[in-house]
């Protein structure tokens, strides 16, 4: 069609420009030293005796951030719900 | 969909395997890589398998329906919030860990830094990962079934049916 | 250069999901884009909490006095992954809604929204 949106070689000018630009902070950052541990280093450490947990990852999700595991559980019902909801005229 | 007789049977023999495998994904989401998610997603594999084995008529005459898998999402969402409001009651705060350590269920004292791995540890979070594990099942297991709705799919007496189109137009000049 | 590499292949990830998202007009390939795009952050997050001959942050059977990866970055990838899956269903929906009421899945050829 010839009424296109964008322009396709504005669009790929954009996309050779954000690429380029993405693959600059990629060469600064360095690969197995990360900058910032200390909010990790305490969930590695105290998690044992705050939460019970033996896995780390699990004490994060239901225990230290347990309202974006809320949400998210919220987040997965709606979409289900928007299915059915969609799917309500065809089944 | 066409599935022969080998599929229908490897599903029928390979499923409840898949369903014990996410139940003790779930289980010892505490313990070992895994949870609540990952065991959902794949006990909802298992419904999956069970969909794509057999034909969706069998399927819904026998003993699957979207509202049942309505409702176990549902009771996992419920029970989510119900034991996190249950911190907020009986301990200080919202989502308090007010099972860990407490000698009750999943009550148990774990042993500080690398250690063999007790069951009943953790408070509520195997609770939340329960929860969460059905949760996940019945969302998934919802989609699938209302995406399958939508196929055209033959019946089982075409499948098995012989097929005799083929010789018949071979036989052409 | 090549220590970098998970990070090189995040930006390569990130510009071949946007000239999916951007360049194609076929609505299932859009979102085939969008599925790129959500395992090139997967893949950032993740190489991000990566430490020098870490072990995964569980403590049951681990061998003793090693350093662990961090693990808030793989749980903020856990929920990625979850609300992932429930966004692309909702969206896979809606484009077959669309193909059973406009006949087409092309983006351009829906003249009815434009209209």
Redesign the interface.
């Known amino acids: 069609?010839a009424r296109?949106s964008?322009p396709?070689k504005l669009?790929?000018f954009?996309?050779?420009a954000?690429?380029l630009i993405?693959?600059l902070?990629?060469?600064g950052?360095?690969?197995?030293?990360?900058a910032a541990?200390g909010?990790?280093q305490y969930?590695?450490d105290h998690?044992?005796e705050q939460t019970g947990s033996?896995?780390?990852?699990t004490?994060?999700?239901f225990d230290f951030?347990g309202f974006?595991?809320l949400g998210?559980a919220t987040?997965?019902f709606i979409?289900?719900l928007?299915?059915a909801m969609?799917?309500r005229r065809?089944h | 969909m066409v599935t022969g007789l080998i599929g229908r049977t490897a599903g029928r023999l390979l499923v409840p395997f898949i369903f014990i495998f996410g139940f003790y994904i779930v289980a010892h989401g505490h313990?070992?890589?895994g949870?609540g998610?990952q065991g959902g997603?794949v006990i909802a594999t298992g419904v999956a398998l069970v969909l794509v084995c057999y034909y969706y008529r069998e399927c819904m005459e026998h003993f699957i329906e979207a509202k049942n898998f309505k409702l176990i999402e549902s009771a996992g969402l419920i029970l989510f919030i119900c034991t996190a409001l249950a911190g907020l009651v009986l301990a200080s705060s919202f989502f308090f860990n007010w099972l860990n350590a407490s000698g009750g269920l999943f009550g148990n004292a774990v042993s500080y830094?690398?250690?063999?791995?007790d069951l009943f540890t953790a408070g509520i979070i195997p609770v939340l990962n329960f929860a969460v594990g059905i949760e996940?099942f019945g969302?998934?297991s919802v989609?699938l079934l209302?995406?399958f709705a939508?196929l055209k799919e033959t019946t089982k007496e075409e499948d098995d049916a012989e097929p005799h189109e083929f010789a018949q137009t071979e036989e052409l000049p | 250069?090549i220590?970098?590499?998970?990070?090189?292949a995040?930006?390569?990830l990130?510009?071949i999901a946007?000239?999916m998202i951007?360049?194609k007009r076929n609505m299932i390939k859009m979102i085939m884009g969008l599925g790129i795009l959500e395992g090139a952050v997967n893949l950032f997050l993740v190489?991000?909490?990566?430490?020098?001959d870490g072990i995964?942050?569980?403590?049951?059977?681990?061998?003793?006095d090693a350093a662990?990866v961090?693990?808030?970055v793989?749980?903020l990838t856990?929920?990625n992954?979850?609300?992932g899956?429930?966004?692309t269903?909702?969206m896979?929906?809606?484009v077959?809604?669309i193909y059973?009421k406009y006949g087409t899945v092309n983006a351009?050829?829906m003249r009815r929204l434009k209209e």
């Open positions: 069609m296109c964008v396709p669009a790929i954009l996309i050779i954000v690429t993405l693959l902070p990629a060469f950052l360095s690969f197995g030293h990360p541990s909010t990790d969930y590695l998690s044992q033996n896995n780390v990852v004490a994060i999700v951030r974006d595991t998210e987040v997965l979409a289900v928007g299915v969609l799917f065809t | 313990l070992s890589p949870g998610f997603a830094g690398v250690n063999a791995g996940v969302g998934l989609v209302y995406m939508g | 250069m220590a970098n590499l998970p990070f090189i995040v930006a390569l990130i510009g946007f000239a951007l360049l190489s991000l909490g990566y430490r020098e995964a942050p569980i403590f049951t059977g681990a061998p003793a662990m961090m693990p808030t793989q749980a856990l929920t992954i979850v609300i899956v429930a966004t269903a909702l896979l929906v809606f077959m809604l059973k351009n050829e």
